[in-house]
């Protein structure tokens, strides 16, 4: 149990464009995903936390209207990077909040998606 | 504010042997939760473990041991006789136990590399 997808998995980009990528919790609802960026040999870094019909929280120094986040379900959360540029690249990784069965408070995180942007 | 310190950054071992990830930890709130994931190179995080600041029992999961003393706030992880597949970068984190409060904070990360 407990499982939670990531699509897509890698995608490559050019500068301007923008990506969407969509966490799925597959089996429990999730209130509560958040979207993580990592850096080469770094820790995670928290970008946002999404609830499920409300506006996500931002994490200071995260810019909001470039990184949009939707929580449109219990099951689904989307992260899109809008005009992508070089320095968006990176590893991002999402994860929800079980919301009440097994282990509640703990967020399993999805397998991360890897952006690159040309 | 909270703060998880990983003191070690890489770690390497011969297959076969134990080894002992630290976590130390700081917090003002009186409830919480520690966490243990692992990062494999494919890059998804596993969750391991989940304590609660109540519960100061050591646990043991096959080879994986955690002991949590709450005296020098600590959470280590021990893993006995390491395999290879063991070779992961593995994240200590401590999130409030409060309603709201699911932000996760997270430690820099120990590279284990078990050698075969």
């Known amino acids: 149990g407990a499982v939670v997808s990531q699509h897509p998995s890698w995608v490559i980009c050019k500068s301007g464009t923008s990506v969407k990528i969509e966490c799925r919790s597959l089996?429990?609802?999730?209130?509560?995903m958040f979207w993580y960026r990592q850096f080469p040999k770094q820790s995670l870094m928290l970008m946002a936390t999404s609830n499920e019909g409300s506006k996500a929280t931002y994490e200071q120094g995260v810019e909001k209207d470039k990184f949009l986040i939707n929580h449109a379900s219990l099951t689904l959360s989307t992260l899109t990077v809008t005009s992508a540029h070089p320095e968006d690249s990176s590893f991002y990784i999402c994860?929800?909040?079980?919301?009440?069965?097994?282990?509640?408070?703990?967020?399993?995180f999805g397998p991360g998606t890897r952006l690159t942007v040309l | 504010a909270q703060k998880v310190t990983q003191a070690q950054t890489e770690i390497s071992v011969v297959e076969k042997e134990d080894v002992t990830l630290d976590c130390v930890y700081e917090?003002?709130?009186?409830?919480?939760?520690l966490f243990w994931y692992k990062q494999p190179p494919s890059g998804e995080l596993v969750f391991l473990i989940r304590r609660n600041s109540f519960d100061e029992q050591n646990e043991i999961s096959g080879r994986y041991s955690w002991n949590f003393q709450k005296s020098t706030s600590s959470f280590n992880f021990t893993i006995t006789a390491s395999q290879v597949v063991d070779s992961a970068v593995y994240f200590c984190a401590l999130t409030p136990s409060g309603a709201g409060s699911y932000q996760l904070t997270f430690g820099k990360g120990t590279k284990l590399s078990v050698i075969p």
């Open positions: 994860s929800a909040r079980d919301r009440g069965g097994g282990l509640t408070d703990t967020q399993y």
């Open positions: 089996d429990f609802q999730a209130t509560t």
């Open positions: 917090t003002r709130d009186t409830t919480y939760y």
